[in-house]
Nanobody, 126 residues
Framework: QLELMECGGGSVQAGGSLTLSCLAPGYTSNTYSMAWFRQAPGQEREAVASIWTGGGSTFYHDSMKGRFTISQDKVKKTVYLSINTLKPEDTAMYYC???????????????????WGPGTQVTVSS
């Protein structure tokens, strides 16, 4: 299994920004895509953004467009999620995920990703 580790979370005031990092030391050419999900207490885990590691194409949840940016550094084997103008509703546990097996479904389908990190907490105060 591909080990993933998120870092960069914390407590931030509304209007601030954060950049989360997902370290994937086992990253290979067979890591087809990586993604960020988030889950607030009592809510379902929802897709935030995904990136095709081969070509760099990105996908975003419609409600995340504009304030969220996913990017990658293939040399450092790291995927980032930058969040601008943080809002209290952004408070959640943020998870990094990776796909290393072919999957016919959509980018936001949790079943697409067969590797998951333990998560990093983001708390936005008003």
């Amino acid at each position: 299994q591909l080990e993933l580790m998120e870092c960069g979370g914390g407590s931030v005031q509304a209007g601030g920004s954060l950049t989360l990092s997902c370290l994937a030391p086992g990253y290979t050419s067979n890591t087809y895509s990586m993604a960020w999900f988030r889950q607030a207490p009592g809510q379902e885990r929802e897709a935030v953004a995904s990136i095709w590691t081969g070509g760099g194409s990105t996908f975003y949840h419609d409600s995340m467009k504009g304030r969220f940016t996913i990017s990658q550094d293939k040399v450092k084997k790291t995927v980032y999620l930058s969040i601008n103008t943080l809002k209290p509703e952004d408070t959640a546990m943020y998870y990094c995920a990776a796909q290393s097996e072919t999957y016919p479904g959509t980018w936001y389908d949790r079943a697409r990703y067969n590797h998951w990190g333990p998560g990093t907490q983001v708390t936005v105060s008003s």
